[in-house]
């Protein structure tokens, strides 16, 4: 089954991120390669991105059938997606093992969320 890890930053997450040293920066980027590394040799590696700052975004609805989009993040919210793997694993405490390696999982939020077959409506 696939599951989808997803990576949320907040302020107090990203501070502690911008006070590290350049080498504990580095080390949290071997980090995640090293789990892309596990993943593909065990073969549950799908795929893994980092997203670019929400301020970056554009928000998009359809209104009397016309696209309207506008600047920024969508909703005003304490957490935002940073990035996310896409794995696929023999069952959830498989994902959960790999989310808990995320580096990001020990200074704030990391969701391991399933993801329906195609087609389905619920699991």
């Given at each position: 089954?696939?599951?989808l890890?997803l990576?949320?930053?907040?302020?107090?997450?990203?501070q502690i991120?911008?006070?590290?040293?350049?080498?504990?920066?580095a080390?949290g980027?071997?980090?995640?390669?090293?789990l892309?590394?596990?993943?593909?040799e065990?073969?549950?590696f799908?795929?893994?991105e980092?997203l670019?700052?929400?301020?970056?975004?554009?928000?998009?609805s359809?209104?009397?059938?016309?696209?309207?989009?506008s600047?920024?993040?969508?909703?005003?919210v304490?957490e935002?997606?940073?990035g996310?793997?896409?794995?696929?694993?023999?069952?959830?405490?498989?994902?959960?093992?790999h989310?808990a390696?995320?580096?990001?999982a020990?200074?704030?939020l990391?969701?391991v969320?399933?993801?329906?077959?195609?087609?389905a409506?619920?699991?």
């Amino acid at each position: 089954m696939k599951y989808l890890i997803l990576i949320y930053n907040n302020e107090q997450t990203r501070q502690i991120w911008e006070g590290l040293s350049g080498a504990e920066r580095a080390e949290g980027m071997q980090a995640h390669m090293s789990l892309v590394e596990d993943l593909s040799e065990s073969g549950e590696f799908i795929v893994m991105e980092a997203l670019a700052d929400p301020a970056k975004s554009k928000t998009v609805s359809v209104r009397d059938g016309r696209p309207v989009s506008s600047d920024g993040p969508f909703a005003e919210v304490k957490e935002y997606l940073v990035g996310f793997y896409l794995v696929e694993c023999e069952n959830i405490d498989r994902a959960v093992e790999h989310a808990a390696r995320i580096p990001e999982a020990a200074m704030g939020l990391v969701e391991v969320r399933p993801v329906l077959a195609r087609g389905a409506t619920e699991m």
